[in-house]
């Protein structure tokens, strides 16, 4: 008679020290889980429920400011440290590990409308109203962490007075120059008093100005005559323009796909865009319910910050058309100005009320160090999130965000408005000549028209 014996070798199930962790053995093959899907989908739902319970994305305000936070700016060199600008002149570096001001820059003598760092990080650049360019030596924070004093700090390297107020500025991502927005468009060289170069279309203010992370010379800006115009430092003359129904108050560049480009505008949208191909947006990303101020991607490309003057803070998928995630709180009043941390794990937010804000990218996500195991317990949840997120109760649970009253009612209200102008439209084209009102994509409908 034969016996069959399960034999194994002790090293494989045995510990080598007390604190180790148990072996587990698990046979994956389907036939023996018949109920994989359904313990899986009430991981998903379970899932849900607690990242709502743990969204926590407020870490603390920063205070110090005396008036609106108007410009901000991050610093290449430090992971921690961010510039602030403010309506009465007032520039500050701060620290975001400890939320406090590590130096000021007084000097101004109107609002700062314009703030960046050079490339390598050891020069700021500031401008404002009082038609005046500064350039700052910037302090290393280590070096304010000990004994020293900021009086080397709180005296620009060189002012430069020119004729008409500044509105905007910013620093090539690999190069010696800057562009400051104000009446035209002025490129300026740290060395010189004067600009090397001008550029203008148009007689309207430019409010905007924002060098291409991938080709160096190439620059966009937004002007109040609704216009985004795209230029190139080696031709003597702008190369594109683009004229929209509302005002572009910012935009960023996509640092991963430096070919696309968002504009924050006035009709509470923003708009992607691919500088290849301009008659359309890519995407509309359609959210807020007042006018868009400001705009950041993310260090990865994949989503973007937009801060607005409904009083609340908006990040979006770059390729989505809604946001994913809403910040506000009760006393946070206007948004001006957003940021992405230089490691995208958390944005600072200046508002009219005198504070920057810091908050968590992802609003459940963990702070401090994570065990091995708890990431790639999180990871497994995330793909578990990700694979049953058209179910109806995960999709509810996920989606569900509470929103202000006074938001709530006016998303209401712009929902109604789009329905009834929607209706209004389609009774036109019932009664009128066949293909005489053709039906406008809603990529197109914003575009006034391009020049070339």
């Not at 985004?228 to 080696?234: A, E, F, G, M, V």
């Not at 991963?256 to 509309?284: G, I, Q």
């Not at 948004?335 to 508002?351: E, K, M, P």
């Amino acid at each position: 008679m034969k016996v069959k014996v399960i034999s194994r070798s002790t090293e494989e199930f045995t510990r080598e020290r007390s604190q180790d962790l148990q072996k587990v053995f698990r046979n994956y093959d389907p036939k023996l889980r018949t109920h994989e899907k359904a313990v899986e989908y009430t991981r998903a739902l379970n899932a849900a429920k607690l990242e709502k319970i743990f969204a926590r994305p407020f870490i603390g305000a920063m205070d110090g400011h005396i008036d609106a936070v108007s410009c901000m700016a991050k610093n290449p060199n430090h992971l921690k440290g961010i510039f602030s600008g403010s309506m009465d002149g007032d520039i500050r570096l701060w620290d975001i590990a400890t939320r406090k001001t590590v130096c000021q820059f007084p000097g101004h003598q109107g609002a700062v409308r314009g703030l960046t760092s050079s490339t390598d990080g050891e020069m700021l650049i500031s401008c404002g109203t009082d038609c005046t360019v500064r350039l700052w030596k910037v302090p290393l924070l280590k070096m304010m962490d000990s004994s020293e004093s900021d009086e080397d700090y709180s005296k620009p390297l060189a002012v430069y007075v020119w004729k008409h107020a500044f509105w905007a500025v910013d620093h090539q991502w690999d190069g010696p120059f800057f562009a400051t927005a104000g009446s035209q468009v002025d490129i300026w060289d740290h060395n010189r008093s004067e600009p090397i170069n001008t550029f203008e279309w148009g007689k309207d203010t430019v409010i905007s100005v924002r060098f291409n992370p991938g080709e160096p010379d190439v620059l966009a800006t937004s002007a109040s005559d609704r216009s985004i115009t795209l230029y190139d430092l080696r031709m003597s003359s702008p190369v594109r323009k683009l004229i929209m129904r509302t005002k572009t108050n910012a935009i960023c560049w996509n640092p991963m796909e430096p070919m696309n480009f968002t504009a924050a505008n006035e009709d509470c949208s923003c708009y992607s865009y691919d500088t290849r191909k301009l008659d359309e947006a890519k995407v509309v990303h359609k959210d807020h319910v007042s006018a868009v101020m400001d705009i950041d991607y993310s260090p990865t490309g994949r989503e973007f910050v937009t801060g607005s003057y409904d009083r609340t803070v908006r990040i979006f998928p770059y390729n989505g058309d809604h946001s994913r995630e809403i910040y506000h709180t009760k006393r946070m009043q206007r948004v001006f100005c957003v940021r992405y941390s230089c490691d995208g794990s958390y944005l600072i937010s200046g508002s009219d009320d005198t504070n920057l804000r810091l908050w968590k990218a992802k609003s459940s996500e963990q702070m401090g160090v994570l065990l091995p195991r708890e990431r790639k317990k999180q990871e497994y949840l995330d793909a578990v999130k990700e694979r049953y997120k058209h179910l109806p109760e995960v999709k509810r649970i996920v989606r569900h965000r509470h929103l202000p009253k006074p938001i709530y009612k006016a998303a209401a209200l712009r929902r109604t408005m789009i329905e009834a102008e929607n209706k209004r439209d389609q009774k036109r084209r019932a009664h009128s000549a066949p293909g005489s009102m053709p039906v406008q994509p809603f990529r197109k409908r914003r575009i006034i028209k391009e020049d070339e």
